[in-house]
């Protein structure tokens, strides 16, 4: 195998980090050696060649290809077999309506969220319970995340102060991952993946640009069903974000969606009240100030701004509203998490698993 990528010499393992942290190879966490034997392991483990290009990452407008792709995966310390998710979350960030170039260089400062569905979450043994959105020890979603943060840093050129231009940043552009549950251990619903058009049996990765990651307890279970609903409303229609119609992602626990399951409730139930009741009257939004109007799905593009009492939802359409189970079961709070999206949407790509 013939790699092309420009070689450099360290004297040890120590030498590597501290040349890594000279020529900015990293966002300051340390980095493992990409050695040529590493490399060409993760290239061979996919059977591609090692120049093929993925795509070309914004906003430094780097060639993403197989090669570079398994460098900065082994500098995260991910295992062969991790490629192919790898490979299909960078082709689910180039698609343009994940709009990368925007979530890499806003002032927002988003973070991309893979989240990772179907068999090969047991396969890889990736963590689906206690800690979700954590490594907790777990190889898979510490590294996979982390090789796709090096992948924005590296190829990207997504630096803060450079051509990123976050104002204050997102404390998970470490990195950012979560599993769903499998529907053989406690996830009653279908899987993220099958409600945007794959099959049950598919493997997938979605990416997902989240700005806001907000922490709900919404007592399912423990309390009226209709107060649990009314605490997930006033938790996603704060104003903290709310100048636009933005995709919305909403984690629950398994213990809380098998209760709402038992009850009744499938998921696409449960996303159809929650875009019903997720709106505020336009003399509410006002107080926003106006600002970026340039969002696709600006209030003043959704209603008549002069309606003081119309309503402004906070999410459009089914799609809108994308709902997970993850995480451990929860206590008598049921904490369960929504996330904010800025600029772009939610892509789902299928992991292509034919040579393994």
Known sequence: MRLTSKVYEAEDLAAFVEMAYERGWTDGLPVLPPTDDRVAAMIK?????????????????????????????????CKPEYMPIIIA???AMLDPAFELLRVQATTA???????????????????FGAGAFTGTGHRTNATIGRAIRLILWNIGYG????????????PARAAYLIA??????????????????????????????????????PAIGTQTFEN???????????LGNFRAATQKLLVLNPQGAQILAHNGWTKA?????????????????????GLSATYKNHWTKLVDANDDDALVPSMVGP??????????????????AWLDSVHGELVVRKIDWSWD
């Open 45 to 77: 483990y996919v059977g591609r060649d090692p120049g093929e290009v993925i795509g070309v990452v914004p906003p430094g407008e780097g060639v993403a290809t197989i090669e570079k792709i398994a460098i900065n995966a082994v500098m995260a310390g």
């Open 89 to 91: 979350a960078v082709e």
């Open 109 to 127: 400062g988003p973070a991309p969220l893979a989240i990772i569905s179907g068999p090969v979450v047991q396969k890889l043994g990736f963590n």
């Open 159 to 170: 630096r803060p102060g450079q051509m990123s231009q976050a104002t204050l940043g997102h």
């Open 180 to 217: 769903e549950r499998p529907p053989d251990d406690g996830n009653p619903w279908e899987e993220l993946h099958v409600t945007n058009g794959l099959r049950p049996e598919d493997s997938a990765v979605a990416v997902f640009p989240a700005v806001t990651h907000y922490q709900i307890t």
């Open 228 to 238: 649990s609903i009314y605490v997930i409303v006033d938790s996603i229609c704060h």
């Open 269 to 289: 139930k449960l996303r159809d009240l929650l875009l019903e009741r997720c709106v505020r009257p336009v003399r509410d939004i006002k107080r926003t100030g």
């Open 319 to 336: 799609s809108g509203l994308q709902i997970l189970v993850s995480g451990g079961w929860g206590s008598a709070s049921s904490q369960c």
